[in-house]
């Protein structure tokens, strides 16, 4: 148990709607990454968050948008759903959120929109 | 910018045997690597990890990696695989000091597969 923990497990939804995929950090890391694997694309990088604060932006799509809460949580809303949005969703959570530091994964959210 | 090879996609071995996982980096800095693994239905865990010192690194599970600057490589070891090693391997390299980038390159993965 990396202590990171992801809402929900699973979600199922049609193209076209909205989601919001939760994540909770391990207790004390103060920064958050959102990465999207699939089979095709392996593990891309989205988004880092660090004490609230946007800290760097991978291949995340304009449809795609999150934030990190005062409580450090972060969540991950993604709008317009495509048929390709379907993939695992990873939080990963870090101390410092430093290039040196490593990086606490959690158990990952599986979308698949139909 | 970094970015990171994964020489083999699946890698299949029988239990007992060893293995090498091979992975090879570019970066114009220095850099920070790190071996992660993937079991079934599960996020990524650290196995290992180069920051600096030593070329040498050991990690968990009994598995290691050496830092070869010259080669660009980082290549993860076991001298004997078990059944529970199945899984999905990540290289990740990310730009050391004098980088600007917090983020991690992760390589494509590479299935490691353990027949009994």
């Known amino acids: 148990d990396s202590g990171v923990t992801q809402t929900p497990k699973h979600l199922i939804t049609a193209t076209g709607q909205r989601v919001t995929l939760r994540c909770s950090p391990r207790?004390?890391?103060?920064?958050v990454y959102w990465y999207q694997q699939s089979l095709d694309q392996g593990l891309q990088f989205l988004i880092q968050?660090?004490?609230?604060?946007?800290?760097a932006k991978g291949n995340i799509l304009e449809r795609f948008s999150a934030q990190q809460f005062p409580d450090l949580h972060s969540e991950l809303n993604l709008s317009s759903l495509e048929l390709g949005d379907s993939a695992l969703y990873f939080c990963?959570?870090?101390?410092?959120?430093?290039?040196?530091?490593?990086?606490?994964f959690g158990p990952g959210t599986r979308l698949t929109v139909l | 910018a970094q970015s990171v090879t994964q020489l083999d996609s699946q890698v299949p071995v029988f239990e007992e045997a060893p293995v090498e996982l091979r992975c090879n980096y570019s970066s114009s800095v220095s850099v920070y690597l790190f071996w992660y693994v993937q079991y079934p239905n599960q996020g990524l865990q650290l196995l290992l990890k180069?920051?600096?010192?030593?070329?040498l690194v050991k990690g968990i599970n009994g598995f290691e990696a050496e830092f070869n600057k010259s080669q660009t490589s980082f290549h993860l070891r076991k001298p004997s695989v078990h059944i529970s090693d199945t899984a999905e391997y990540f290289c990740a390299v990310s730009e050391g000091p004098s980088g600007g980038s917090y983020i991690p390159t992760f390589g494509r993965g590479t299935s490691l597969i353990v027949h009994p």
């Open positions: 207790s004390g890391d103060l920064s």
């Open positions: 968050y660090y004490n609230g604060e946007e800290r």
């Open positions: 180069y920051l600096s010192g030593s070329t």
């Open positions: 990963a959570s870090s101390v410092e959120g430093l290039a040196h530091n490593e990086q606490f």
